[in-house]
């Protein structure tokens, strides 16, 4: 009896293992480029958008895979203030070197007035 328990938690264990390390790496993928650098994309946030805002301009603007783990991403890395303005991005940068960028305020053109 106890060694179909221990069988049974070690499984168990094992499935928990498992499915940690496949979020890590969806995760992981999801946030990774997703073209190539020589393909430029121009953002443009605004004055006041929300953290929520930019990640979902930066996934319409097709350069995030995943909205949600841009939400958490974000979410993890609440010191980041990301400031407006027009920003030349490209494909092949992943959605950390984005958020930088944003971050930075390294923009291509100050669009506040």
């Known amino acids: 009896m106890k060694k179909r328990i221990i069988i049974a938690i070690s499984a168990i264990l094992a499935l928990i293992v498992v499915l940690l390390v496949g979020?890590?790496?969806?995760?992981?993928?999801?946030?990774?480029?997703?073209?190539?650098?020589?393909?430029?994309?121009?953002?443009?946030?605004?004055?006041?958008?929300?953290?929520?805002?930019?990640?979902?301009?930066?996934?319409?603007?097709?350069?995030?895979?995943?909205?949600?783990?841009?939400?958490?991403?974000?979410k993890l890395n609440d010191d980041?203030?990301?400031?407006?303005?027009?920003?030349?991005?490209?494909?092949?940068m992943d959605f950390k070197t984005i958020m930088n960028e944003i971050n930075s305020g390294n923009v291509l053109e100050n669009t506040i007035d």
């Not at 995030?64 to 783990?69: A, H, Q, V």
Request: charged share 20%; glycine share 10%; with cysteine.
């Open 23 to 74: 979020l890590v790496i969806f995760y992981n993928v999801s946030l990774s480029a997703v073209g190539d650098a020589k393909d430029k994309v121009v953002v443009v946030i605004e004055n006041g958008t929300s953290s929520k805002g930019v990640v979902n301009k930066v996934y319409d603007a097709g350069l995030l895979r995943n909205k949600f783990c841009g939400y958490v991403y974000v």
């Open 80 to 92: 980041l203030t990301l400031q407006a303005g027009t920003y030349e991005l490209n494909r092949g």
